[in-house]
């Protein structure tokens, strides 16, 4: 499979990009990977890069967002943080990506079964893992459609907890970057959620945010 060029990139709209990510991870669902020469693909972003994604995701090792988008070399800029959270520096990547190298979307990709969101339920405050607990905590608050066992053995509890913390997440980056706010209103990126199912490899994006 061919690699991005800028005039391949700049042919990319912001509907199409998130078009073709769905379209990967449904190759990725039929075990039909695109065909690509990985070497080929090294010499021909040498000079270059030009991702039309930008994916803010966990760095669970089932989630490789390369994988389940099927995606190559040069193709999206992959962010990973225990519980897909925000920091400065990661939303000082999303602002490069888009702004200066021209990504066209941005996903926060969450997951069902998530160690960081168990744990953030679980109050886990362990060393510097109390940090991205914080920052997860707020989420717990926002899901109230369950009352009882609102603790990390409740995978319902927890899946719905990953939902309301891409929602939260995306929140953020809309309040923080005024940068990747101009953008998306003149219509040059979109940014949106989406949830992994560890059980079956699908990515299901998020409506409403």
């Known amino acids: 499979m061919w690699t991005h060029t800028k005039e391949s990139q700049d042919k990319i709209t912001p509907q199409l990009a998130l078009q073709y990510l769905k379209e990967g991870n449904l ?3 039929g075990n039909l990977k695109a065909q690509r020469n ?13 991702p039309f994604a930008t994916i803010l995701s966990c760095i669970d090792s089932r989630t490789s967002a390369e994988l389940i988008f099927d995606q190559g070399l ?18 000082g990547s999303m602002e490069y990506a888009c702004s200066i190298a021209n990504s066209k ?44 066992d609102r603790t990390g053995s409740n995978m ?10 891409v929602m939260l997440t995306i929140s953020q980056v809309r309040a923080q970057s005024p940068v990747l706010v101009d953008l998306e209103q003149q219509g040059k990126i979109l940014i949106v959620g989406g949830i992994y199912n560890i059980d079956t490899g699908e990515v299901t994006f998020i409506d409403g945010v």
Do not use: W, Y
């Not at 070497?39 to 270059?48: C, D, H, I, M, R």
């Not at 319902?156 to 913390?165: A, G, K, L, P």
């Open 74 to 91: 040069g193709d999206i800029f992959s962010i990973r943080i225990a519980g897909n959270i925000l920091n400065n520096d990661i939303l």
């Open 27 to 29: 190759r990725f669902l």
């Open 105 to 148: 979307v941005v996903v926060v990709l969450g997951h069902t079964k998530c160690g960081a969101i168990i744990g953030a339920c679980n109050s886990i405050m362990l060393g510097h893992i109390a940090g991205i607990t914080k920052k997860i905590e707020p989420a717990i608050l926002r899901e109230v459609t369950i009352v009882d």
């Open 38 to 50: 990985l070497l080929k693909q090294v010499n021909a972003t040498s000079e270059g890069q030009f």
């Open 156 to 165: 319902e509890f927890v899946n719905r907890v990953s939902i309301q913390n």
